[in-house]
């Protein structure tokens, strides 16, 4: 028996941008806070730019001398990130890491 949706054809040219993104994953997202020996940050700054999933590094001054943001499809891959890649560029001395909440996971009762 064939049923009303078996010869059906999805068109793929309706440039639905809203669907597509709604079916997406969201990415977790942190900063990184990010310490480097004496006079070395702009080669640790470089070897950030050049890791995928590193979107943003900026020079700070203060008790940190990079901040960093970083985006992952799960907090397991921001662990990796941080963990196996951020922290053995061979200037970085330390990290801080403050994790990005989803607005989907907000809301007035965390305020409390």
């Known amino acids: 028996m ?3 949706f078996e010869n059906l054809e999805v068109p793929t040219n309706l440039g639905l941008p809203i669907i597509e993104s709604a079916l997406a994953k969201p990415l977790r997202q942190a900063f990184v806070f990010i310490s480097t020996e004496t006079e070395s940050y702009e080669s640790a700054l470089e070897d950030l730019k050049r890791i995928e999933g ?5 020079p700070s001054r203060g008790a940190y001398d990079i901040i960093a943001k970083v ?17 053995n560029i061979e200037n970085v001395k330390s990290t801080l890491t403050l994790m990005v909440i989803p607005p989907t996971e907000f809301s007035e009762a965390t305020l409390k």
Do not use: C, Y
């Open 54 to 58: 590193v979107d943003e590094v900026h």
């Open 2 to 4: 064939e049923t009303v």
């Open 71 to 87: 985006s992952g499809e799960s907090l397991e891959n921001l662990r990796e990130l941080i963990f196996r890649r951020i922290r």
